[in-house]
């Protein structure tokens, strides 16, 4: 599976943002994560095409998770970005069923993009 990134930019605090991910084929779920410069890689949030999306503490009831009907295009729906969300965000996916507390791991991913800059500035 090919992962095919968009969306970054560079933005206010405060403003909104919203990420795609393209897969070149069908996976079981479809997750963000980044990585600011210096800090590890972390989780962002993940969605199950079964049912169920997971969130990372610092992004809830800031950045929503959304996917097309054919369940290949993840969309991530950032509002209210402050400076702490500048980052490469990264585009994973997997197609092995996984128990939740698993979601935020990024070795229960096998598939990875190049990642997109995001870039909020204060």
């Known amino acids: 599976v090919q992962l095919q990134a968009s969306g970054g930019g560079k933005v206010q605090a405060g403003e909104s943002l919203t990420l795609s991910c393209v897969a070149s084929?069908?996976?079981?779920?479809m997750a963000w994560f980044r990585q600011a410069p210096g800090k590890p890689r972390e989780f962002v949030g993940t969605?199950?095409?079964?049912?169920?999306?997971y969130y990372a503490e610092s992004v809830k009831g800031r950045f929503t998770l959304s996917g097309d009907s054919a369940k290949t295009t993840l969309y991530l729906q950032m509002n209210n970005l402050k400076p702490e969300d500048t980052a490469r965000y990264y585009c994973?996916?997997?197609?092995?069923?996984?128990?939740?507390?698993?979601?935020?791991?990024?070795?229960?991913?096998?598939?990875w993009g190049k990642g997109t800059l995001v870039t909020v500035s204060s």
């Open positions: 994973a996916a997997d197609r092995t069923p996984r128990p939740p507390q698993y979601n935020d791991y990024a070795e229960s991913y096998d598939y």
């Open positions: 084929g069908r996976t079981f779920s």
């Open positions: 969605i199950m095409w079964s049912g169920g999306t």
